[in-house]
């Protein structure tokens, strides 16, 4: 099962197989955690709403079709539209994605090299702040979460040519920022 793709795992998802239930997850759900993490910046919260995006993905794959967007496009989608509804119930807004990064170190436990991650990562989050929340997504699929430009436009529900647009502005942006401190 482990060699299955996506589309063969939700057939079997939806012929009723636990198993492919579980790979799904296990295949998706540490990305699909990071980019929650990315958003709400608590990583409780970030736990709890993943877990709400596997249980709508349960939920939701019996009515599944794969009309021209990869699984995990529609799998994003539904933790974007959760993350947005959870802050629509929260009358809040997001201020800076990118949070889940910390703390992820291949550094081998060097403290000083834990240290440098992390005031790199603190000024990333400073510098995110300053884009625009349409760019701070897009950023946030294509790079914390390595999502293709099709898949992040899928997700968004915007064109490759407004993807690439917002990407090349935030990063512009990103880049101005990180220059100046």
Same mark, same amino acid.
């Given at each position: 099962?482990?060699? /299955?793709?996506?589309?063969?795992?939700?057939?079997?998802?939806?012929?009723?197989?636990?198993?492919?239930?579980?790979?799904?997850?296990?295949?998706?759900?540490?990305? %699909? &955690? !990071?980019?929650?993490?990315?958003?709400?910046?608590?990583?409780?919260?970030?736990?709890?709403? +993943?877990?709400?995006? &596997?249980?709508?993905?349960?939920? @939701?794959?019996?009515?599944? !079709?794969?009309?021209?967007?990869?699984?995990? /496009?529609?799998?994003?989608?539904?933790?974007?539209?959760?993350?947005v509804d959870h802050? !629509?119930?929260?009358?809040?807004? =997001?201020? $800076?994605?990118?949070?889940?990064? #910390? *703390?992820? @170190?291949?550094?081998? *436990?060097?403290?000083?090299? %834990?240290?440098e991650h992390r005031? +790199?990562?603190? !000024?990333?989050?400073?510098a995110l702040a *300053?884009?625009?929340?349409?760019?701070?997504?897009?950023? /946030?699929?294509? &790079?914390? =979460?390595?999502?293709?430009?099709? #898949? $992040?436009?899928?997700?968004?529900?915007? +064109? %490759? +040519?407004?993807?690439?647009?917002?990407?090349?502005? *935030?990063?512009?942006?990103?880049?101005?920022?990180?220059?100046?401190?």
């Amino acid at each position: 099962m482990l060699d /299955a793709s996506d589309a063969e795992l939700v057939g079997c998802a939806q012929a009723g197989d636990v198993n492919a239930v579980g790979e799904l997850y296990d295949r998706h759900h540490i990305h %699909i &955690f !990071r980019y929650v993490w990315s958003r709400v910046q608590d990583h409780r919260l970030a736990e709890d709403l +993943t877990g709400e995006i &596997f249980a709508h993905m349960v939920a @939701s794959l019996p009515g599944y !079709r794969p009309l021209g967007v990869p699984f995990r /496009a529609w799998l994003y989608r539904i933790a974007h539209n959760l993350v947005v509804d959870h802050y !629509r119930k929260q009358s809040s807004h =997001v201020l $800076v994605p990118l949070h889940c990064a #910390e *703390g992820l @170190s291949a550094d081998g *436990g060097n403290p000083a090299a %834990i240290v440098e991650h992390r005031l +790199t990562m603190e !000024r990333v989050r400073h510098a995110l702040a *300053g884009l625009d929340p349409a760019q701070r997504e897009v950023v /946030a699929l294509r &790079f914390l =979460v390595g999502l293709p430009l099709q #898949e $992040v436009a899928l997700t968004l529900g915007k +064109t %490759i +040519t407004a993807v690439k647009s917002l990407q090349h502005r *935030g990063l512009v942006v990103l880049r101005g920022a990180l220059k100046q401190e």
